[in-house]
């Protein structure tokens, strides 16, 4: 099956850092990548997803970039704010009986000191 | 409108209780999803229901039975849970055969 490897575990910047986050996936037949951030207390709330047959794809101070060949994807945040703190989890998925089911990574605690 | 809502928000039962988690969702969804979540860890796939029917059911106990009444609407029916079945729940939905899951805020379930 799909394992989903996510670095760091804790990762913690000053206001108007930027912060990157790493995750590798195993499985070539994963074909979409969402980042989900989940505040304390809250459910994870999808930030940014990339299809494999893109490399980059930006929002506002998020971006996200992938190699499908050495089979990395990558968040990056710029000017990060304290209110980006929270808990972030990649994610790998695929078709499988009509469902994308996502296989998660162990997440990664932003900490954002003002 | 991308919400996922789930009632309790937050439940205490006994070991021989009886509860029930709801999950409702008016996005036309047709796959909807029970995941559990132990502090500090990602979530993890319980259920998977298609079209109403249930699709994926990765090994859950069956003190755990999900249950979908109409497109809108899941459920997880609990009984005789253990104190290691405390966890959030957490229900998601999406387009049938879509990437995108969409999460609930989760029931905070806690069992003594």
């Known amino acids: 099956g799909e394992n989903v490897e996510q670095h760091p575990s804790t990762l913690s910047v000053q206001e108007g850092d930027s912060a990157v986050i790493k995750c590798t996936y195993s499985?070539?037949?994963?074909?979409?990548f969402p980042w989900y951030k989940q505040e304390l207390g809250k459910g994870p709330q999808l930030i940014i997803d990339?299809?494999?047959?893109?490399g980059e794809k930006k929002d506002q101070r998020i971006a996200v970039t992938l190699n499908k060949t050495a089979k990395h994807f990558s968040l990056h945040i710029t000017e990060t704010q304290p209110e980006d703190s929270a808990v972030y989890f990649c994610a790998a998925s695929k078709a499988s009986g009509g469902s994308y089911i996502p296989t998660f990574g162990r997440g990664t605690s932003l900490i954002v000191h003002p | 409108d991308t919400e996922v809502t789930q009632t309790p928000k937050h439940l205490v039962m006994g070991m021989t209780n009886k509860k029930s988690l709801k999950c409702e969702q008016h996005?036309?969804?047709?796959?909807m999803y029970w995941y559990k979540q132990k502090a500090k860890k990602p979530p993890e796939l319980m259920f998977v229901y298609s079209y109403e029917k249930l699709s994926i059911n990765e090994s859950v106990p069956s003190r755990f039975s999900p249950e979908c009444p109409n497109s809108s609407l899941l459920n997880l029916h609990l009984h005789a849970l253990q104190p290691e079945d405390s966890a959030l729940y957490l229900c998601?939905?999406?387009?049938?055969?879509?990437?995108?899951?969409?999460f609930g805020p989760g029931t905070r379930l806690l069992v003594l």
């Open positions: 998601a939905s999406s387009q049938l055969a879509a990437e995108t899951q969409y």
């Open positions: 996005m036309g969804h047709r796959a």
């Open positions: 990339i299809r494999s047959n893109v």
């Open positions: 499985d070539s037949a994963s074909n979409y």
